[in-house]
């Protein structure tokens, strides 16, 4: 064999060892993400973490299961269930576009007015549901201006309690400011104002629990 020969073959040996190790080497890493997708989910993103799949695929039905759920809360309270309902369609639908629990804003509703009377306006002219000020309307993008219209009124306070939360330095300021109790002079006991609504909250959430676990019995 030439020495020009040997080189060759020489070189085809050392490029089959490169490859086969390459191949090897790629095995190991693939069978480590599969273990660590196993053993940490949380902690480790998938692999087609870049595709994009349609909402209805990601989420299918849950806001209409979820907004029963919280419907079937609220009638509870309320003298006419069709309220009841169009409040808690309202309020999944605006919580999840703003990225706020729907049981919270539950608990911000059933402290503003237990009754959920959409008509409801206090001494000093908040209304609906949500008792917002009538300087708040239109300035959100909502539907409509009409703050006595269920699903305006409660976009309308879903946005003022987004930047509420989003200048505040906890949830519990967010909901003091949400309700206009900043040194309490306004309104006596509103300090309170944030803990009733965490327990109106926490009560919607155990509710809604129970009666889905009842349903899957």
């Known amino acids: ?30 069978g480590t993400v599969w273990t660590l997708n196993h053993e940490h989910p949380v902690f480790i993103r998938p692999l087609v973490s870049t ?14 299961e979820e907004a029963f759920r919280i419907g079937q809360v609220l009638s509870r309270y309320s003298k006419d ?30 402290t503003e007015d237990a009754e959920l009377n959409p008509h409801a306006k206090s001494s000093v002219g908040a209304r609906g549901i949500m008792q ?28 003022i309690l987004k930047q509420a939360i ?19 002079r306004n309104t006596p006991n509103c300090h309170a104002y944030s803990s009733k609504v965490l327990k109106g909250a926490d009560q919607t959430a155990s509710a809604v629990r129970l009666l889905r676990t009842a349903a899957s019995e």
């Open 1 to 30: 064999m030439t020495k020009s020969n040997a080189r060759k073959t020489g070189m085809k040996k050392l490029g089959r060892a490169a490859l086969h190790f390459a191949g090897l080497a790629g095995m190991i890493a693939l």
């Open 132 to 159: 917002v000020m009538p300087f708040h309307s239109g300035k959100w993008g909502c539907s409509s201006g009409d703050l006595f219209n269920i699903e305006a009124n409660i976009c309308h306070g879903v946005q």
């Open 51 to 64: 595709m994009r799949l349609p909402v209805t695929v990601v989420q299918p039905g849950k806001p209409t």
């Open 166 to 184: 989003a200048d505040a330095p906890s949830i519990r300021v967010a909901l003091l400011r949400y309700n206009g109790c900043v040194r309490g």
């Open 81 to 110: 269930s069709s309220v009841a309902f169009r409040v808690a369609d309202a309020l999944v639908k605006e919580g999840n576009k703003q990225n706020i629990s729907p049981e919270l804003l539950a608990g911000v509703v059933l």
